[in-house]
């Protein structure tokens, strides 16, 4: 069939507000987020229920078009950038964002895949629950997005990544056949645990059309400090001491290089709220209970007793927390607002960050000494962005494969939580032990046969 006619079966399917097919309306869904990926597709298939979405499975299916969904477009792995083919359709979930039930007592929350996750997490907040998923870009994310992606954050030391909320899926496979649903059941082992199978599929195995997600009580007393230290390894010191003294009431504990911050005070023109220095920590406690705040003041004393911390400060009220957070979420603006850059999202074992640091600075001033690094990440997760700055698109797969390599001298991952997506396609497959890239394809081939679901990401294209 030719295209006019896909458009109107998709038309039947959807009615007109469910498909956009002009090239100013699709122009938004063709982007990534970092302006480098650009494609194009036949139509935004945009449907409002799980019905639709079967329908629009079942069209893709029979005229062979891939089908690439899409939450909020915040991937930083180009995950929901559709290819340059033109033949692709895309599924936007964003007509699907309802809340469909808070349950204060058996904490969960059930919703439509394209729920925003802030638009969720306000509305359990006014219940006094929390979903505690934070990152910069939450405000435009959606639950199907970050179930299906995995997604990382601020908080994964203290609750752990997206997949440790999802009680339950519901979602339509290749075939047509939805499966799953969102009773919250906090323990369910019959059978397989086949959600944790579409965790971090990225949309290659089957389209996230609801979740089921734990939510937590929502934390009345929250302390937020930002210090500064003159090194990784300082910072991993005081990491074991926030461990010893805070315990599981630490929520997040990030690092960023004083250049990297020195980027948000020029690129965004935002002052630090401390002098800037070599390393800094923004640290974060909080719990139910007041009782927080003396243990994490005596934790930043004695920090400082033991010589540390060089410089910083307890915000004093909740704007000021807020103030540190503005400055650790604009890393990424403040560098995009630079040029082009090479990203990295690597893990270590916690223990080895300091050495990898230090090895791939190394690395990268071998192959160029010009280069620069714009480096941070989350120090309880051994997880860094080792970004370097102004690398095209024409040069970065050096850059990539020399981080890389270091990365796996330390036996680590090359993408601790934003994913593969087309971005770091060729560098799995380059370095991920060949069973699992095996076993990977073989859960692949039993469910998307076809190769419907996001083509070109995560796994190879299959040869014509
Ligand atoms: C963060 O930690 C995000 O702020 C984005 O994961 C990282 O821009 C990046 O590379
Ligand atoms: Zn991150």
Wanted: aromatic share 4%.
């Amino acid at each position: 069939m030719d295209e006019a006619g896909i458009l109107r079966d998709l038309r039947a399917i959807l009615g007109d507000r469910g498909v956009v097919a002009d090239a100013a309306g699709m122009q938004p869904y063709l982007e990534d987020w970092t302006d480098r990926f650009h494609g194009r597709a036949l139509a935004v298939a945009r449907p409002a229920s799980t019905e639709e979405v079967v329908g629009v499975v079942a069209l893709a299916r029979e005229h062979g078009l891939g089908l690439v969904p899409q939450g909020g477009r915040t991937s930083l792995a180009a995950g929901a950038t559709p290819d340059a083919s033109g033949g692709n359709l895309l599924l936007s979930l964003e007509r699907m964002n309802r809340i469909l039930a808070i349950d204060r007592v058996g904490l969960s929350v059930a919703v439509e895949a394209g729920a925003i996750v802030d638009t969720v997490r306000d509305a359990l907040r006014e219940v006094g629950r929390d979903l505690p998923i934070s990152f910069g870009a939450s405000g435009s994310a959606t639950i199907g997005g970050v179930a299906a992606t995995n997604a990382g954050g601020a908080n994964v030391l203290r609750y752990g990544m997206t997949g440790r909320f999802v009680l339950g899926l519901e979602a339509v496979l290749a075939d047509g056949t939805v499966v799953g649903g969102v009773t919250p059941l906090h323990k369910d082992n019959a059978g397989l645990n086949w959600p944790q199978l579409l965790v971090g599929s990225e949309g290659t195995l089957g389209i996230v059309t609801r979740a089921v997600l734990k939510i937590h009580p929502l934390n009345g007393h929250v302390c937020a400090a930002l210090l500064s230290v003159a090194d990784v390894a300082t910072a991993l010191t005081l990491y074991e001491l926030a461990v010893d003294r805070v315990g599981e009431r630490l929520s997040a504990f990030e690092l960023m290089s004083g250049s990297a911050v020195r980027r948000v005070e020029t690129a965004l023109k935002t002052a630090s709220p401390i002098p800037v220095s070599p390393w800094m920590l923004l640290i974060e406690a909080a719990s139910v209970s007041a009782s927080v705040e003396a243990d994490f003041a005596s934790f930043v004393e004695a920090a400082m007793e033991a010589g540390l911390v060089e410089d910083g400060t307890i915000a004093a009220s909740g704007e000021q927390a807020a103030a540190f957070w503005r400055l650790r979420e604009s890393l990424t603006e403040a560098e995009a607002k630079t040029g082009p850059s090479a990203k990295h999202d690597v893990s270590v074992p916690i223990a080895a960050l300091p050495e990898f640091v230090e090895a791939a600075t190394a690395a990268l001033a071998e192959l160029d000494p010009g280069l620069q690094p714009n480096v941070f990440g989350h120090v309880g997760d051994g997880n860094l962005h080792f970004n370097v700055l102004g690398v095209d698109e024409a040069t970065r797969h050096h850059v990539n494969q020399s981080v890389h390599d270091v990365v796996a001298s330390f036996g680590g991952s090359i993408s601790a939580e934003h994913g593969i997506g087309q971005y770091r396609l060729e560098e799995a497959y380059r370095l991920l032990p060949d069973a699992q890239l095996r076993l990977q394809e073989r859960l692949k081939q039993a469910l998307d046969p076809g190769g419907l679901f996001n083509p070109g990401k995560v796994f190879r294209r299959r040869p014509e």
